[in-house]
């Protein structure tokens, strides 16, 4: 009976250790996809912050003096992975501002930039959207500054640039702003125009 105990008991452990072993392989084999799947990298998330500009523009009607102008543009919507006629469907955001050298009227705006590519390097580019100045309202502020009605106005764009490096552009650009004759008072406009730089993160 000793000697049937004892294989028994040999037996027995013998069939827990080969248990043991093959879900101990089990378990090493489960735990490596997980480790391979901890160590790979984080993705990034795309930032949206896209391009700055900044430059020169002057009065094409009756202000004195140039105008120190600069803006940011985002792309939230993916403009720049964007192929074909999708491009236009995804605008950029601006905001931007405009300070004079000779007391005439200083701006900050905001709007959407629709950018198309004519070629790998020239580009055109419309904006549109808002501005707030504070300029001459009507003929009682005095001056010979535009008479603008509202502190409200619309603020539009178009542009043509030229791409010198993948970061680098220079860009010819000429802007307005009115009410459109949506508030009361004089609508004498602001017109400007200029050239930008531009740098693409």
């Known amino acids: 009976m000793g000697a049937v105990a004892a294989m028994k008991r040999t ?3 013998g069939i827990f250790s080969s248990l043991l072993f093959a879900v101990a392989g089990n378990a090493a084999d489960l735990a490596a996809p ?13 930032s ?14 009756d202000e004195d003096g140039a105008f120190v102008t600069g803006l940011v543009l985002f792309d939230p919507w ?19 501002a405009t300070i004079s ?8 705006y905001a709007g959407f930039s629709w950018t ?7 580009f055109l580019e419309l904006g549109f959207g808002g ?34 490096t993948e970061s680098w552009s220079i860009i010819a ?17 602001l017109s400007r125009a200029g050239i930008l730089v531009g740098y693409k993160f």
């Open 116 to 122: 198309a590519n004519v070629t790998d390097r020239f």
């Open 78 to 96: 993916g403009h720049e992975q964007a192929q074909g006629w999708d491009k236009l469907l995804r605008p950029r955001l601006h905001v931007g």
């Open 11 to 13: 037996f027995s452990i």
């Open 34 to 46: 997980v480790v391979a799947i901890d160590a790979a990298p984080p993705e990034q998330p795309a």
């Open 173 to 189: 650009q000429i802007e307005h702003s009115s009410h459109a004759e949506l508030c009361d008072g004089p609508n004498n406009g």
């Open 101 to 108: 050298t000779a007391d005439e009227a200083n701006q900050v």
């Open 131 to 164: 501005t707030l100045h504070d300029g001459d309202l009507d003929p009682s502020d005095g001056g010979d500054s535009p008479k603008l009605g509202c502190r409200a106005l619309f603020h539009e764009y178009a542009a043509a640039g030229y791409n010198v």
């Open 48 to 61: 949206i912050f896209n391009e700055a500009r900044f430059g020169s523009l002057v009065s094409i009607e």
